[in-house]
T-cell receptor, first 111, second 115 residues
């Protein structure tokens, strides 16, 4: 049973649309992360949060934005999707240095 | 700053061969964790192992074994008697205290096991 949930699993959307990728965890973890991954490629951290009302940009610049209004919820939003945003987005949470849990990912295709 | 290097982009072996995936890391911290993840074509990340910087004991789990050597900053992963189901991308990763536990991944190694 997954403790971190990402929806949708797959999304195909047209250029210019606004989209929100959902990520929720039930473990009460303070730390949450978003990674972007092109197929078969390295995972890049694009956003992270250490708690409610705390968000930071990651190592890879991204046009997406995130919010953390509740501990369990860490959605990622693209205001205007473009084909260059086509990628897999993985959400994760952790409690300490070692306790990471990853969601199943959202595969986004922008046409 | 932390860094993880997986020099092998792709490895192809025949079933039942042993294969070692290399991982070299850089960190200035004395407290850190190392991880290996498996990513099958479905895309999810499957956790395989973690080691902390104070435990250099090698570990074996079935056909999998890991060799952690601080002297060479390496954390290599060996699959013994590989199987077709082992085909996947394997990622090594590092988290360190001064980076606030953010997980940094290596580039990944695509392992293909042929029948």
């Amino acid at each position: 049973e997954a403790d971190i949930y990402q929806t949708p699993r797959y999304l195909v959307i047209g250029t210019g649309k606004k989209i929100t990728l959902e990520c929720s965890q039930t473990m009460g973890h303070d730390k949450m992360y978003w990674y972007q991954q092109d197929p078969g490629m390295e995972l890049h951290l694009i956003h992270y949060s250490y708690g409610v009302n705390s968000t930071e940009k990651g190592d890879l610049s991204s046009e997406s934005t995130v919010s953390r209004i509740r501990t369990e919820h860490f959605p990622l939003t693209l205001e205007s999707a473009r084909p260059s945003h086509t990628s897999q987005y993985l959400c994760a949470s952790s409690e300490r240095l070692y306790g990471y849990t990853f969601g199943s990912g959202t595969r986004l295709t922008v046409v | 700053a932390q860094k993880v290097t997986q020099a092998q982009t792709e490895i192809s072996v025949v079933e039942k061969e042993d294969v070692t995936l290399d991982c070299v890391y850089e960190t200035r911290d004395t407290t850190y964790y190392l991880f290996w993840y498996k990513q099958p074509p479905s895309g999810e990340l499957v956790f395989l192992i973690r080691r902390n910087s104070f435990d250099e004991q090698n570990e074996i789990s079935g056909r999998y074994s890991w060799n952690f050597q601080k002297s060479t900053s390496s954390f290599n992963f060996t699959i013994t008697a590989s199987q077709v189901v082992d085909s996947a991308v394997y990622f090594c990763a590092l988290s360190e205290w001064t980076s606030g536990s953010r997980l940094t991944f290596g580039e990944g190694t695509q392992l293909t096991v042929n029948p």
